[in-house]
């Protein structure tokens, strides 16, 4: 696929790290679930139920640009399969405007379709993520929705929708990876993935503010784990 990373996670958000050396202005307005360090680079590893790691997804910020209310974020997703391979690389904005956070709906494509998708050319319609600033245990989230139109040598071949629904904070707890220890928010969603036929599933992510996705785990209908991905690696 020529123009489109659809980078790991969904099933979850796969993004870390970093502080917010040089905006402290935005602080207490706007606190990104994301890292806002120009450079900063963020592994997320892919593993499947018995814990064998699949692939990986490695997100640098490339550029940090102040805007009214906030922040916007350009951001470089390079997806590797479990032999280290490149597969796939492109480019995508988050942001953090009046006290909410936005995140790009192209992020939300389970990793494994990455390499399915590898020699196509794909159109998006897409809205932003939405994470408030403030927070609270029991608090619901906007719903999201993404639709992808996959093309191959000019031939439309299929469309895929995936709508994220259901979105609930559940706790605060502490998660730790091989990168450390995080106070996270626990948040749970049900996520709709259609084509030909369609496939839920449920998803809940630990996220930490100033840092992003350190954990996400993915169970199918039946409330079986499917795979989960965690943050392995930080570098400023």
């Known amino acids: 696929m020529k123009n489109l990373f659809l980078s790991a996670g969904m099933l979850a958000l796969f993004f870390t790290l970093a502080s917010l050396n040089g905006i402290h202005l935005y602080a207490q307005d706007c606190e990104p679930f994301f890292p806002v ?3 900063a680079v963020i592994e997320m590893t ?3 139920p018995d814990g064998k ?3 990986r997804t490695v997100s640098e910020i490339l550029e940090k640009t102040d805007i ?6 350009k951001v470089k997703g390079t ?3 479990k032999k280290n391979k490149k597969v796939m690389e492109n480019t995508y904005e988050v942001k953090c405007e009046n006290g909410i956070f936005y995140m790009d709906m192209r992020n939300f494509m389970p990793a494994e379709n990455n390499q399915m998708f590898e020699n196509m050319d794909a159109s998006v319609e897409t809205n932003y993520l939405e994470f408030p600033n403030n927070l609270e245990v029991g608090q619901t989230l906007p719903d999201g929705s993404l639709t992808i139109g996959m093309n191959s ?3 439309a071949l299929f469309n895929m929708t995936i709508n994220i629904t259901n979105r609930k904070v559940e706790a605060l707890e502490t998660i730790t990876t091989s990168a450390g220890a995080f106070e996270c928010y626990k948040m749970s969603e049900q996520t709709e993935m ?3 036929m369609s496939i839920t599933t449920k ?3 630990w996220y930490a503010k100033n840092v992003g996705a350190i954990r996400t785990e993915t169970y199918n209908k039946n409330g079986k784990l499917t795979g989960y991905s965690e943050l392995t690696s930080i570098k400023e």
Request: aromatic share 12%; hydrophobic share 30%; glycine share 14%.
């Open 46 to 48: 892919h593993f499947k």
């Open 203 to 205: 998803t809940v992510t």
């Open 153 to 155: 040598n000019g031939m």
């Open 68 to 73: 009214a209310g906030g922040m916007s974020m």
């Open 194 to 196: 259609k084509t030909l």
């Open 37 to 39: 360090k120009t450079g």
């Open 53 to 55: 790691a699949e692939s």
């Open 79 to 81: 997806y590797y399969d």
